[in-house]
């Protein structure tokens, strides 16, 4: 805590000392009278003056909140001695904001504990610590000010907000464990696969008897199992484009953490791979817990900048299980993700890429010269596209407006018609 | 004549005090609002003169009417939030300026009662008069040193 003389107490002194001493000078009792009032106001304000020594306590009522909605702060404080005029900001991280009066004037009466309700609207994403007060009292004839910071630390986690998706993209192939996808494959399962000769160890009840009146000898029904899947989601944290409020790495997350989300429904296992300055993986599991592990890695995935050349050997083995799902999230603005994503094709990996539009947050420029720029800019991506497209990647361009649901359908629709191609 | 040209005087100490006193408020400026407030009393000590009474008895008014418009002219200009965002305490606030107000009249007619009384006079009184007031502002001085300096330590 700090204090510091307001401007009243270095003028008011002055004034009496003037008057005063214009008493003394010209023998005029009315001017000391003039210069009295200030003397004694002093001399009275700074006998009383006294730090509050005030107590804050914070609670938030929820911990972890969804992106867009909102979180209440409660304050309590308390005084020993009563404050007149208590001015309290509440210091808030960017990405979050109130919709009530910040900084407020309150009083404090004696032996009483106001609380005092702060709804605060996530914006944005992230980890975000609270509990940060900045506090301004005077005392009561305001000459000196007390000024303090109060921190009582809270953490709110605010999660991506999520995108509906009716359908997810189906990996090329399962894994071994059961799960909710129809497998190519034939085993044990619900979905009718074929007909084929009884053979020796063939459950009966798997005995089709239309087929075996027709032909004579037993028929049994063959069936697809319902397995899981393995999905990676890729995202590439070198380079983001972005503007104030929005950029390609808050798309990407969003869209990770809804994909993530409804590949765990799904019960397929889901991990996580944000490659870039720092590598950050998260080996593929399922459940819950996993979501949590997921998004609460998301929530630390951030830009850094980076010259150090990095590839698919830095990338831990187990984080991409063979036959797995490779669902990359990247503005491909980096050389380094694009080649990474080129070389997982290369390896075999069932691979889709979710390309986060760089152009909603990039000018086309004024002058000529900047136009042609950006003309042989966009000429060189859509080279590239072409380049994902000839190694039998589905590539599609994601915008922020633009619903998850279409981007996922149009990969589907890539792999339903395009050549499959094995490298 | 004289009289003439103190009323003059106080004319220009008054249009001085309201210039200092814009301006302070203007800019924000403590200083100046310091020496519109000087420039007042030198306005009220001029015209006083050039009354030529012997005791002013509406010393405590004036010196009442001083302290309103400090008060008020320093709310104005210090460091705060929106000062109405609660109606009960700038309520509050107004009546403490009410109080300090009366307050700094009772002590002015205090001042004026003491000077009024005829306790004699002499060398002697007027010495322990004179080492009194400075006494006085010595104390003051000492009291606005210590706050001012200013110390920070951990509340919590």
């Not at chain 1, 009278?33 to 006294?50: M, Q």
């Not at chain 1, 940060?132 to 000010?145: M, P, Q, T």
């Not at chain 1, 027709?214 to 990676?232: F, I, L, M, Q, T």
């Not at chain 1, 990338?315 to 993700?337: K, N």
Request: net charge neutral.
């Amino acid at each position: 805590m700090s204090h510091a003389a307001t401007a009243k107490l270095r003028v008011y002194p002055v004034l009496a000392a003037a008057g005063l001493v214009a008493a003394l000078a010209l023998g005029r009792p009315e001017l000391a009278a003039l210069a009295a009032p200030f003397a004694v106001l002093v001399a009275v304000g700074l006998a009383l003056a006294k730090p509050p020594e005030l107590r804050l306590y914070v609670e938030l009522d929820r911990e972890r909140q969804l992106e867009g909605r909102d979180v209440v702060v409660d304050l309590e404080l308390a005084a020993r001695r009563p404050v007149e005029r208590l001015e309290l900001l509440f210091r808030m991280p960017p990405g979050l904001e109130t919709g009530a009066p910040n900084p407020r004037l309150i009083r404090l009466a004696f032996d009483e504990q106001p609380e005092i309700q702060l709804p605060i609207r996530c914006l944005h994403w992230g980890a975000y610590e609270l509990g940060e007060v900045l506090w301004r009292s005077r005392d009561v004839f305001g000459l000196v000010a007390f000024e303090g910071l109060i921190r009582e630390p809270h953490a709110l986690k605010v999660y991506p907000r999520g995108e509906t998706l009716q359908r997810l993209l189906r990996p090329l192939e399962t894994q071994a464990f059961s799960g909710n996808q129809v497998a190519r494959q034939r085993g044990e399962g619900i979905e009718f696969a074929d007909l084929r000769p009884f053979t020796s160890g063939d459950r009966v009840r798997r005995v089709n008897w239309r087929a075996t009146a027709r032909r004579g000898v037993p028929w049994v029904n063959e069936a697809h199992p319902e397995r899981n899947s393995d999905v990676v989601i890729f995202l590439d944290t070198f380079a983001e484009a972005r503007r104030a409020d929005l950029g390609t790495l808050d798309l990407g997350v969003r869209a990770a953490a809804a994909l993530a989300t409804h590949y765990l429904e799904e019960k397929d296992r889901v991990g996580l791979v944000a490659f870039g300055g720092v590598l950050n993986w998260l080996t593929v599991s399922s459940g819950m817990t996993q979501l949590y592990r997921i998004v609460d890695s998301l929530l630390d995935a951030e830009i850094l900048l980076s010259y150090a050349w990095k590839d698919l050997n830095v990338i831990p083995p187990r984080t991409l299980p063979p036959r797995a799902l490779v669902i990359a999230l990247s503005p491909l603005l980096d050389e380094r993700a694009v080649s990474a994503l080129i070389d997982l094709r290369g390896r075999g990996f069932d691979l889709a890429v979710i390309e986060l539009s760089p152009f909603p947050f990039v000018d086309e420029g004024e002058t000529e010269t900047e136009r042609l720029a950006y003309r042989l800019w966009r000429l060189r991506r859509e080279a590239l596209r072409s380049r994902y497209a000839a190694l039998g990647v589905p590539i599609v361009e994601w915008r922020e407006g633009v619903p998850m649901e279409a981007v996922v359908e149009e990969v589907r629709a890539f792999r339903r018609h395009a050549r499959v191609v094995r490298a | 004549m004289q009289d003439l040209h103190l009323r003059w005087l106080a004319l220009v100490l008054g249009g001085l005090a309201l210039s200092f006193l814009a301006a302070g408020l203007t800019t924000r400026s403590a200083a100046a609002l310091g020496w519109g407030l000087a420039a007042l009393g030198g306005e009220y000590a001029v015209l006083f003169a050039a009354q030529g009474r012997a005791l002013d008895e509406a010393a405590p008014v004036y010196a009442a009417g001083l302290v309103l418009v400090a008060e008020l002219a320093f709310w104005s200009v210090e460091r705060r939030i929106a000062a109405w965002s609660d109606p009960a305490i700038a309520e509050r606030r107004l009546a403490q300026l009410l109080g300090v107000c009366v307050g700094a009249a009772a002590v002015a007619a205090l001042v004026l009662v003491v000077a009024a009384a005829s306790v004699g006079g002499g060398l002697a009184l007027e010495a322990i008069g004179v080492a009194a007031a400075i006494g006085a502002l010595a104390l003051l001085g000492v009291l606005v040193r210590r706050t001012a300096a200013g110390h920070t330590r951990a509340l919590r």
